[in-house]
Protein backbone atom coordinates (compact mmCIF):
# COMPACT_ATOMS: atom_id res chain seq x y z
CA UNK A 1 0.00 0.00 0.00
CA UNK A 2 1.50 3.55 -1.21
CA UNK A 3 1.36 5.78 1.50
CA UNK A 4 0.54 8.13 -0.54
CA UNK A 5 -3.00 6.97 -1.07
CA UNK A 6 -5.85 9.20 0.27
CA UNK A 7 -6.92 8.16 4.40
CA UNK A 8 -10.04 7.48 5.23
CA UNK A 9 -11.97 10.58 6.77
CA UNK A 10 -12.01 10.65 10.54
CA UNK A 11 -14.29 12.87 13.01
CA UNK A 12 -11.09 14.27 14.25
CA UNK A 13 -10.12 15.81 10.70
CA UNK A 14 -9.85 20.00 10.73
CA UNK A 15 -11.83 20.86 7.44
CA UNK A 16 -12.10 24.42 5.97
CA UNK A 17 -11.82 26.34 2.17
CA UNK A 18 -9.42 28.64 0.92
CA UNK A 19 -11.23 30.31 -2.58
CA UNK A 20 -13.77 27.59 -3.14
CA UNK A 21 -10.71 24.48 -2.85
CA UNK A 22 -11.74 22.35 -0.11
CA UNK A 23 -8.92 21.38 2.77
CA UNK A 24 -8.99 18.40 4.94
CA UNK A 25 -6.36 17.94 7.56
CA UNK A 26 -6.01 14.71 8.78
CA UNK A 27 -4.69 14.24 12.80
CA UNK A 28 -1.90 12.08 11.93
CA UNK A 29 -1.07 15.17 10.25
CA UNK A 30 -0.29 17.27 13.47
CA UNK A 31 1.05 14.46 15.08
CA UNK A 32 4.18 13.93 12.39
CA UNK A 33 4.27 17.65 12.69
CA UNK A 34 4.72 17.73 16.38
CA UNK A 35 7.17 14.43 15.91
CA UNK A 36 9.18 16.56 13.23
CA UNK A 37 9.61 19.54 15.73
CA UNK A 38 10.22 17.36 18.79
CA UNK A 39 14.00 18.08 18.65
CA UNK A 40 13.55 21.68 18.46
CA UNK A 41 13.34 21.68 22.36
CA UNK A 42 10.79 24.44 23.68
CA UNK A 43 7.49 24.27 23.57
CA UNK A 44 7.24 27.86 21.12
CA UNK A 45 9.82 26.06 18.62
CA UNK A 46 7.92 23.16 18.28
CA UNK A 47 4.68 25.17 17.73
CA UNK A 48 6.94 27.37 15.55
CA UNK A 49 8.05 23.79 12.83
CA UNK A 50 4.13 22.82 13.23
CA UNK A 51 3.17 26.06 11.73
CA UNK A 52 5.64 26.63 9.16
CA UNK A 53 4.95 22.21 8.26
CA UNK A 54 1.63 23.51 7.82
CA UNK A 55 1.64 26.84 6.14
CA UNK A 56 4.37 25.40 3.59
CA UNK A 57 2.74 22.11 2.73
CA UNK A 58 -0.86 23.91 2.46
CA UNK A 59 0.91 26.68 0.11
CA UNK A 60 2.61 24.18 -2.11
CA UNK A 61 -0.56 21.85 -2.68
CA UNK A 62 -2.75 25.38 -3.37
CA UNK A 63 0.11 25.60 -6.23
CA UNK A 64 -0.97 22.19 -7.59
CA UNK A 65 -4.53 22.93 -7.13
CA UNK A 66 -4.61 26.46 -8.81
CA UNK A 67 -2.84 24.85 -11.68
CA UNK A 68 -5.79 22.25 -11.77
CA UNK A 69 -7.93 25.04 -11.92
CA UNK A 70 -6.32 26.55 -14.72
CA UNK A 71 -7.29 23.76 -17.01
CA UNK A 72 -10.83 23.20 -15.53
CA UNK A 73 -9.94 20.91 -13.82
CA UNK A 74 -11.20 21.26 -9.62
CA UNK A 75 -9.54 19.51 -6.64
CA UNK A 76 -9.21 19.11 -3.01
CA UNK A 77 -6.19 19.42 -0.52
CA UNK A 78 -5.85 16.48 2.15
CA UNK A 79 -2.57 17.02 4.30
CA UNK A 80 -2.07 13.78 5.98
CA UNK A 81 1.22 11.82 7.84
CA UNK A 82 2.87 11.56 4.50
CA UNK A 83 2.61 15.20 4.15
CA UNK A 84 0.06 16.89 1.24
CA UNK A 85 -1.92 15.63 -1.97
CA UNK A 86 -4.35 17.27 -4.19
CA UNK A 87 -6.70 14.80 -5.77
CA UNK A 88 -8.66 15.79 -8.84
CA UNK A 89 -12.39 16.38 -8.70
CA UNK A 90 -15.06 15.32 -11.13
CA UNK A 91 -16.03 18.23 -12.77
CA UNK A 92 -19.97 19.41 -13.17
CA UNK A 93 -20.72 19.39 -17.11
CA UNK A 94 -23.57 20.13 -18.21
CA UNK A 95 -26.42 17.44 -16.69
CA UNK A 96 -23.95 14.95 -15.28
CA UNK A 97 -20.08 14.93 -14.66
CA UNK A 98 -16.98 14.24 -16.58
CA UNK A 99 -13.15 14.20 -16.09
CA UNK A 100 -11.54 16.74 -17.86
CA UNK A 101 -8.76 15.08 -20.25
CA UNK A 102 -4.98 16.44 -18.81
CA UNK A 103 -2.43 16.10 -21.32
CA UNK A 104 1.00 15.35 -20.41
CA UNK A 105 2.67 18.85 -20.76
CA UNK A 106 -0.44 19.90 -18.71
CA UNK A 107 0.61 17.12 -16.15
CA UNK A 108 4.27 18.46 -16.14
CA UNK A 109 2.76 22.04 -15.08
CA UNK A 110 0.57 21.36 -12.30
CA UNK A 111 3.68 18.81 -11.41
CA UNK A 112 6.04 22.08 -10.74
CA UNK A 113 3.66 24.84 -9.50
CA UNK A 114 3.75 22.95 -6.29
CA UNK A 115 7.69 23.43 -5.41
CA UNK A 116 7.72 26.16 -7.12
CA UNK A 117 4.99 28.16 -5.46
CA UNK A 118 7.09 27.11 -2.01
CA UNK A 119 10.37 28.95 -3.62
CA UNK A 120 8.24 31.97 -4.37
CA UNK A 121 7.30 32.13 -1.01
CA UNK A 122 10.47 31.31 0.18
CA UNK A 123 11.61 34.79 -1.69
CA UNK A 124 8.38 36.44 0.00
CA UNK A 125 10.15 35.54 3.09
CA UNK A 126 13.41 36.35 2.30
CA UNK A 127 11.68 39.92 1.50
CA UNK A 128 9.95 40.63 4.58
CA UNK A 129 12.98 39.48 6.50
CA UNK A 130 15.34 41.67 4.88
CA UNK A 131 12.53 44.63 5.02
CA UNK A 132 12.55 43.93 9.19
CA UNK A 133 16.07 44.42 9.03
CA UNK A 134 17.75 41.28 8.68
CA UNK A 135 21.06 40.15 6.97
CA UNK A 136 20.43 37.53 4.29
CA UNK A 137 23.74 35.53 3.58
CA UNK A 138 23.81 32.97 0.92
CA UNK A 139 24.98 29.59 1.47
CA UNK A 140 24.29 26.15 -0.20
CA UNK A 141 23.49 23.16 1.11
CA UNK A 142 25.76 20.52 -0.66
CA UNK A 143 27.17 22.74 -2.50
CA UNK A 144 23.79 23.32 -5.22
CA UNK A 145 20.89 23.81 -3.14
CA UNK A 146 20.72 27.45 -2.30
CA UNK A 147 19.74 28.14 1.08
CA UNK A 148 20.64 31.35 2.47
CA UNK A 149 20.84 32.50 5.81
CA UNK A 150 18.86 34.61 7.51
CA UNK A 151 19.92 37.15 10.87
CA UNK A 152 17.53 38.95 12.40
CA UNK A 153 17.79 41.96 14.17
CA UNK A 154 18.50 41.34 18.36
CA UNK A 155 15.23 39.86 20.32
CA UNK A 156 13.98 38.75 17.06
CA UNK A 157 14.97 35.13 17.95
CA UNK A 158 11.92 33.53 17.93
CA UNK A 159 11.07 34.99 14.43
CA UNK A 160 14.35 34.30 13.12
CA UNK A 161 14.23 30.47 14.22
CA UNK A 162 10.35 30.76 12.57
CA UNK A 163 12.01 32.10 9.42
CA UNK A 164 14.20 29.42 9.14
CA UNK A 165 12.08 26.53 9.67
CA UNK A 166 9.59 27.94 6.37
CA UNK A 167 12.83 28.12 4.42
CA UNK A 168 14.23 24.99 5.16
CA UNK A 169 10.58 23.60 4.35
CA UNK A 170 9.43 25.41 1.23
CA UNK A 171 13.59 25.76 -0.56
CA UNK A 172 15.20 21.82 0.85
CA UNK A 173 12.65 19.89 0.63
CA UNK A 174 10.79 21.84 -2.52
CA UNK A 175 14.37 20.56 -4.20
CA UNK A 176 13.98 17.22 -3.02
CA UNK A 177 9.78 16.83 -4.51
CA UNK A 178 11.79 17.43 -7.69
CA UNK A 179 13.60 14.75 -7.48
CA UNK A 180 12.81 11.41 -10.08
CA UNK A 181 10.84 9.79 -7.33
CA UNK A 182 7.92 8.28 -7.65
CA UNK A 183 5.20 9.36 -6.80
CA UNK A 184 6.58 12.90 -6.49
CA UNK A 185 6.41 15.61 -8.43
CA UNK A 186 9.34 15.52 -10.05
CA UNK A 187 8.87 11.58 -10.45
CA UNK A 188 5.31 12.63 -12.14
CA UNK A 189 7.36 15.23 -14.50
CA UNK A 190 10.14 12.71 -15.61
CA UNK A 191 7.14 10.13 -16.08
CA UNK A 192 5.38 12.43 -18.45
CA UNK A 193 8.69 13.27 -20.33
CA UNK A 194 9.31 10.20 -20.55
CA UNK A 195 6.53 8.68 -22.55
CA UNK A 196 5.90 11.06 -24.94
CA UNK A 197 9.52 10.66 -26.09
CA UNK A 198 9.26 6.78 -25.71
CA UNK A 199 5.58 5.65 -25.57
CA UNK A 200 6.66 1.99 -25.48
CA UNK A 201 8.83 2.16 -22.87
CA UNK A 202 8.54 5.17 -20.41
CA UNK A 203 6.85 4.17 -17.59
CA UNK A 204 9.50 1.67 -17.08
CA UNK A 205 12.43 3.90 -17.57
CA UNK A 206 11.13 5.92 -15.15
CA UNK A 207 9.98 3.91 -12.32
CA UNK A 208 13.53 2.24 -13.17
CA UNK A 209 15.44 5.80 -12.65
CA UNK A 210 12.99 5.97 -9.37
CA UNK A 211 14.57 3.49 -8.45
CA UNK A 212 17.99 4.08 -8.15
CA UNK A 213 17.50 8.13 -7.04
CA UNK A 214 14.98 6.74 -4.36
CA UNK A 215 17.76 4.45 -3.27
CA UNK A 216 20.61 7.11 -3.54
CA UNK A 217 18.70 9.43 -1.71
CA UNK A 218 18.34 7.17 1.19
CA UNK A 219 21.63 6.38 1.68
CA UNK A 220 22.48 10.34 1.25
CA UNK A 221 20.02 11.08 3.65
CA UNK A 222 21.08 8.38 6.55
CA UNK A 223 25.05 8.95 6.23
CA UNK A 224 25.30 13.04 5.31
CA UNK A 225 22.13 14.10 6.58
CA UNK A 226 21.55 11.53 9.71
CA UNK A 227 18.22 11.20 8.80
CA UNK A 228 16.45 8.19 9.75
CA UNK A 229 13.14 9.71 8.39
CA UNK A 230 14.44 10.68 4.82
CA UNK A 231 16.52 6.92 4.72
CA UNK A 232 13.09 5.08 5.64
CA UNK A 233 11.09 7.55 3.53
CA UNK A 234 13.04 6.87 0.28
CA UNK A 235 13.64 3.70 0.95
CA UNK A 236 9.71 2.87 0.66
CA UNK A 237 9.59 4.73 -2.41
CA UNK A 238 12.36 2.65 -3.54
CA UNK A 239 10.26 -0.21 -2.89
CA UNK A 240 6.85 0.93 -4.08
CA UNK A 241 9.09 2.25 -7.54
CA UNK A 242 10.40 -1.36 -7.68
CA UNK A 243 7.23 -3.73 -7.29
CA UNK A 244 5.13 -0.90 -9.89
CA UNK A 245 8.36 -1.89 -11.78
CA UNK A 246 7.22 -5.30 -11.49
CA UNK A 247 4.22 -4.86 -12.18
CA UNK A 248 4.96 -3.51 -16.07
CA UNK A 249 6.26 -6.85 -16.95
CA UNK A 250 4.60 -8.43 -19.88
CA UNK A 251 2.44 -5.28 -20.66
CA UNK A 252 4.99 -3.73 -22.79
Known amino acids: MSIFQVPPP ?11 I ?16 SSAGSIVSILSWVVAIFV ?4 HELG ?13 IILHFAGGLTVPESIAWGGGYANIAITANQQIFISLAGPFSGFLFAGLVLAVSAALGGTIIPNYIFGFIPFPLV ?6 EILGSFVISLLWVNIFWGFINLMPVNPLDGGNVTRNILIQTDPMNGVRTSLWVSVATAALLAIGGLVLLRSTYMAFLFGLLAFQSY ?10
Open 64 to 76: HAFAMRRYGQGSQ
Open 56 to 59: SILI
Open 151 to 156: MLPTGW
Open 243 to 252: QALQGTIGRY
Open 22 to 37: PVRVHPLFWLIAILFG
Open 10 to 20: TRFDLRFSIAG
